[in-house]
């Protein structure tokens, strides 16, 4: 790897790559959450800076550490193009000791990573250990992450995947996917993906609804990230009162995603109506669903679960 051995260590996507068998990132969400509820961690609203224009924006994340004398900022950009908008984001490491920046990392795959660890950490808590079908919209390299870090937690009986990309996908991809998990089953109709599914994880890049609840033949669990467009929600504003609710952490999230921002302007729902969020999960102090109903988890990404994951990267790095 051709990282710089002097700090600030700079960190490419493929580096990240190689590193992959030394990270347990969502060993790192769990220990983050558990931190953040406590007391010792600090969590910000995100920043979003529009560009002038119309020419899209940026979101900034930002998180403090304090037992691990770290803090940090992650920034990802939506630039508007002739074609497909583009998207990046890099994060900075600083010591909360010296004020210097400890590492910059191409945070690509480490949002990807981060991404999926904590809705990872959301299915451990909420969903019934009893759990037996897996349905998951989105077949792009986010979903099939999710699907990796969710596929030991419970005994899954099948993991159904749906897209619309599936139709037209070679052998080639349909084989790279399957070759995830045996028990995975590639879906063309969404109907079949989530009948009597046990949890259903959404992993679009859709601005709008990919998801009716009406479809679901049980009480079931829907996870949800979304993207960064303005508002952008995979399940209908007012589904939200049909739903216990619970999120990453109820300070920020209802501020940014997009369905319960559009849920709270209409009166629909309110913030008071969270259920709970993995800060208060992790630490014992949210009560846990009884599935009389759907159980909604959201999650925006949050610069804490940046900082420890660039946290994991730069102890690969220095403690090998």
């Known amino acids: 790897m051709s990282i710089t051995h002097q700090a600030p260590l700079i960190v490419q996507d493929s580096d990240v790559q190689a590193l992959l068998p030394q990270l347990d990132v969502l060993a790192a969400m769990r220990r983050l959450f558990e931190s953040l509820g406590a007391g010792n961690a600090v969590q910000p609203p995100q920043q979003l800076v529009e560009f002038p224009k119309g020419q899209g924006d940026f979101i900034n994340y930002l998180g403090v550490m304090s037992e691990e004398k770290v803090y940090g900022i992650k920034t990802s950009p939506y630039i508007k193009t002739n074609g497909k908008p583009l998207v990046t984001a890099w994060s900075m490491l600083m010591s909360m000791e010296t004020g210097?920046?400890?590492?910059?990392?191409?945070?690509?795959?480490?949002?990807?990573?981060?991404?999926?660890?904590?809705?990872?950490?959301?299915?451990?808590?909420?969903?019934?250990?009893?759990?037996?079908?897996?349905?998951?919209?989105?077949?792009?390299?986010?979903?099939?992450?999710?699907?990796?870090?969710?596929?030991?937690?419970?005994?899954?009986?099948?993991?159904?995947?749906?897209?619309?990309?599936?139709?037209?996908?070679?052998?080639?991809?349909?084989?790279?996917?399957?070759?995830?998990?045996?028990?995975?089953?590639?879906?063309?109709?969404?109907?079949k993906a989530v009948s009597n599914a046990d949890v259903v994880m959404l992993c679009t890049s859709s601005p709008k609804?990919?998801?009716?609840?009406?479809?679901?033949?049980?009480?079931?669990?829907?996870?949800?990230i979304s993207t960064n467009a303005a508002r952008a929600h995979e399940i209908a504003p007012q589904e939200l009162p049909k739903m216990d609710v619970y999120c990453d952490y109820r300070h920020t999230t209802p501020l940014a995603a997009g369905e319960m921002v559009i849920a709270a302007e209409r009166e629909w729902w309110s913030t008071q109506d969270l259920v709970g969020d993995l800060a208060e999960l992790s630490n014992g102090v949210?009560?846990?669903?009884?599935?009389?109903?759907?159980?909604?988890?959201?999650?925006?990404?949050?610069?804490l679960e940046d900082v420890a994951v660039s946290l994991e990267i730069y102890k690969a790095l220095t403690q090998r």
């Open 286 to 303: 949210a009560p846990l669903p009884n599935y009389e109903r759907h159980v909604f988890f959201r999650s925006i990404g949050l610069g």
């Open 209 to 224: 609804p990919v998801l009716q609840t009406e479809i679901l033949g049980q009480p079931t669990l829907v996870t949800s």
């Open 100 to 191: 210097t920046p400890l590492l910059l990392a191409d945070a690509g795959l480490l949002t990807t990573l981060r991404t999926a660890a904590t809705t990872a950490l959301a299915i451990d808590y909420l969903a019934p250990k009893d759990s037996k079908r897996l349905a998951v919209i989105g077949s792009g390299p986010i979903a099939l992450r999710h699907v990796e870090f969710v596929k030991g937690l419970r005994q899954w009986e099948k993991i159904s995947i749906y897209s619309l990309e599936i139709p037209s996908m070679s052998d080639e991809q349909r084989e790279s996917i399957l070759a995830i998990d045996p028990r995975i089953a590639l879906c063309e109709l969404q109907s």
